[in-house]
């Protein structure tokens, strides 16, 4: 029996064909088909592994002080997230109270500051209204919200826990050469993403900080959410401090045209110290992308997962970065 099938072109002559290359055609669509099934399973690994990246060091610290693995990745998990948490918890009341301030009076603050737009307060208030009494689907989205963050702590807890057995894995499933050979591109990618995750969170809490303290400073209203959205708006590189600077302007400008530029000049102040002092300290391992490209990608990511896509098209774009570098070296 031949090893080839036989194609025929329009003009008679015959093509031949590997049975090889119509097994990986169709392997390579029905992998294609698998991902696009699992894909939100995949996010949920992909966010574990971003997470074990930045938490790695940690763990490993500990352990060189003979702390047994699974007690080191238990503490860093105590110590960081129960910072976090009663850090949120703190905050969430006032929040939660200039949050709701803030939404009901920005109509009528968007009409002071244009007041030629024509924008019915009336239809705005009633869109705003129903998210209160919306209580059952609120709970759910909470509920499902938690759910997902504890799958991901839970995946990331693995991760840590099994990552030195990294190598032993990947030699046992694909051979002592094509092991190691994956197992050295994939130090690599934690390696970035390791560098971005924290140094982004680094930027973030700097942002958000430094952000309250001016606004708080300068008396403007709503200081909290603010300064929160600032520093969340830090995870879209380019256009998120752009954005972010909006709403504080807005409600400045609600005051007066001179406070409202003296909200802008903080705002610009705190972007000039990030990307000129902290940015080259913070990101220096890591290769940044020209702003056309990182544009592309928010908006590839956004299109394909939404508000996931966005947070995830950075790491993701670093990931193809390395890959491309080892294949230019393999060259």
């Not at 290359?21 to 698998?34: E, M, N, R, Y």
């Amino acid at each position: 029996m031949s090893a080839h099938g036989i194609l025929t072109n329009g003009m008679g002559s015959k093509i031949e064909v590997s049975y090889r290359t119509i097994l990986f055609a169709v392997a390579l669509i029905v992998g294609l088909w698998l991902v696009l099934q699992i894909r939100d399973i995949l996010f949920l690994l992909f966010i574990a592994f971003l997470l074990m990246t930045a938490l790695h060091p940690f763990v490993y610290i500990l352990t060189k002080f003979r702390l047994p693995r699974f007690i080191a990745i238990g503490f860093v998990y105590l110590v960081i997230f129960g910072f976090l948490g009663v850090s949120f918890a703190g905050a969430i009341p006032a929040l939660i109270v200039q949050s709701t301030r803030f939404m009901q009076e920005l109509p009528f603050v968007v009409t002071r500051v244009l007041p030629y737009w024509n924008i019915d307060i009336g239809a705005f208030t009633s869109q705003i209204a129903p998210i209160g009494e919306n209580v059952v689907k609120v709970t759910v989205g909470i509920f499902s919200n938690i759910v997902t963050t504890l799958t991901v702590l839970v995946f990331t807890f693995y991760f840590l826990l099994e990552r030195h057995h990294a190598q032993v894995v990947a030699t046992s499933l694909m051979g002592e050469t094509v092991g190691i050979q994956v197992l050295g591109i994939l130090r690599k990618i934690e390696k970035r993403l390791g560098t971005w995750v924290r140094g982004e969170l680094i930027l973030m809490a700097f942002v958000g900080i430094f952000s309250y303290i001016g606004l708080l400073v300068l008396h403007v209203e709503f200081a909290l959410p603010l300064a929160i959205v600032a520093g969340l708006f830090e995870l879209v590189p380019t256009i998120g401090p752009i954005v972010s600077a909006v709403p504080a302007v807005l409600v400045a400008l609600g005051v007066s045209p001179l406070f409202a530029l003296s909200v802008a000049a903080l705002y610009f102040i705190v972007q000039q110290i990030e990307n000129n002092i902290l940015v080259p300290l913070v990101m220096r391992h890591v290769t940044g992308f020209s702003p056309l490209i990182t544009i592309i990608a928010l908006m590839i990511g956004a299109r394909l997962a939404g508000i996931t896509g966005i947070i995830l098209a950075v790491p993701i774009l670093l990931v193809f970065q390395v890959l491309v570098e080892e294949f230019v070296e393999k060259q």
